[in-house]
C-alpha cells in the first residue's frame, strides 16, 4: 500500500509528546512490512538541529493556496529506507520558531493559520509530488482538515487522489483546534463546510470535529479511550459526534506499541549501566546514578518514584503535586520528577526540591536523556492521569523493569494489571481509580510496602513487566488490517 502519513511532530526531528513516537514508530514498522510510507511535517529548522542537514530540498516551489493569495512552500525530504521517506513543509514565516505549538506555555495566536497551512501543504505536496496515495492518514487537529479536503471540492476529483481512503488518529480529544469561524477563509472550503456535520461548532470552527466527521476511519490510541470518548465525562463535548461514528463501526480504538529499539534496558545508549532480565544488577547502578544527578540521598534501599510528563491538567501533576508533599512529609520514599508545562506545578516542585532537600530531586524541562536515565533508575513509575489516551511512559517503565503506579484510566487500564498476589503471574504494577491525592497517596504507599516487605513479589512485577511484547509489530497489523479494509470499501 502506498501511504501518507501526515502530522505535525515526529521524533527524532521534533517531539513535545507520544504522537512524535508514534509518528515515527509506526511508519517505520509499516514500511518494514513492505509498504510505502510516506510522512509529511513541517520543517522546525530552530527545533531540529543537526537533522536539517539531512533533509536537503526536494521540491522548491511548491504553490499553497492560502486565503486570497497562493504562498510558496518548499519540501524537504529526508529518505529513511527504501520504502520510509520524511517530507518537510519549509514555510519560514509559520514553522521557524523555538516551539511547536506555543511559547512558555501561551498559545501562539496564529495557529489556525499555521496548521491550515500544513494540512493544505501537505495536499498540494502528495499531489507535486505524484504520490497518489491509498491511504491518508492524519493525526489529531493539526492535520485533521486533510479529511475534509480529500472529501471537498479541491480535491475530490484529483486524479492523485482517486483511490484515496483516509484514516484519522486521534491522540488526544483535549485538543481540538477551535477557532473564530472568520479562519475558514484561509482554509479555501466555503461557507457549505460550516454546518454542525462538518466545521462549525458552536458558531466556531472545530478542525478536529470536521476531521472526525468525514474521515474514512477514525481510530484512537487504546481500546478503553475509544470508549472512553463516548461519554461526556472524557469526550470533551465531541461524545455526540463520536456517537454517530462509533454507530456507523467507523471508530476503532487500537493500542498504541512501543519503539523497543530506543526503549530498552538492554540496549540505551543514556543510561549508564545497561541490563536485562536475566541479569537486573545494572538497574541498582542506574537508581545510584539517578540519585546523584538528581542530589538524592544514595540510600539503595528507599523506594523511587520517577515521574516524567508533561505537566498539563490531563496529566493529574496537580494531584500527584499534593500527594507527594504528604509522602515527602510523612513516609521515607524518595522522588525523581521531570517536566514542564504548567507554570504553578513546575514552581510547586521546584519548591518541594528547596524544602526536602535529598527526598527530591525536580528537573523542569524537557531532557531526553534524563527520561531514559529516571526510566531506568526508578523502582515505580508514578502516572496519575485525569485521562490517558494511550500513554507510552508507562509501557516504557515497564520494559525497564520499574513498576507504574497508575490511574484506571484509557490505555493505562489497558497495560497495567493491578498487583494481586493471587494471580501474581499478571501482575505489573499498582492502579487506583479516583483521583484524590489521598488515593494516589495509599496507592504509592502500598507499593513501596510490597517493595520493602514483599521483595520477591516485587521481583516478580519488575519481570512481569520486562517481559511484556510491547512492540510495533501487533500494532502495524491491526492497521494494515484497516487500511486494507478501507481500500476493499472504496
Ligand atoms: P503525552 O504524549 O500525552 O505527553 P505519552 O506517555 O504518550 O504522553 O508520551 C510522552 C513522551 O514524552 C514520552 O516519550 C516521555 O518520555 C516524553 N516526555 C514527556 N515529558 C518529557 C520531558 N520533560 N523531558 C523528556 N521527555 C519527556
Ligand atoms: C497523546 C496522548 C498519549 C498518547 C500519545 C500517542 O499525546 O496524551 O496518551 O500515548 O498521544 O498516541
Redesign the pocket.
Known sequence: MNICWICSEAAPYA???????VSAALPAALAEKGHKVSVFLPYYPQIMGDFCASAPVCFKLLEVPFGWISEWASIRRHRVSDNLSYYFIEFQRYFDRPFLYDYYGVEFGDNAERFTFLSRAAMQAIVALKLEPDILHTNDWHTSLCNVYLKSHLYAKSPNFAGTRSVLTI??IGYQGIFPKGNLFNTGLGWEFFNYTCLEYFDQINFLKAGIMTADSVTTVSPSYAREILTPGYGFSMENALQHVHFEGRLTGIL?GICTSEWSPSTDKFIPHNYSAADISGKSMCKAALQKELGLSNKPRIPLVGC???F?Y??GIDVLAEAVEKLLIHDNIQFAV???GESYLEAIFSDFCRRFPGKIGV?V????L??HLI?AGSDLFA?PSRY???????M?SMQYGTVPVVRLTGGLEDTVFNYNPEILGKSTGFTFRDLYPQSLANTIRWAAGIYKFKPAHFKKMMLNGMGQDFSWRHTADIYEQLYKKNIERR
Do not use: I, W
Open positions: 517531539k513535545s509528546g507520544g504522537l512524535a513516537d491522540h488526544n498504541n516524567v510528563s508533561r498539563a490531563q496529566k521531570l517536566g514542564a528537573f524541562g524537557y531532557n531526553n534524563l527520561a526510566t502516572m490517558e489516551p494511550c500513554g507510552l511512559s508507562q516504557y
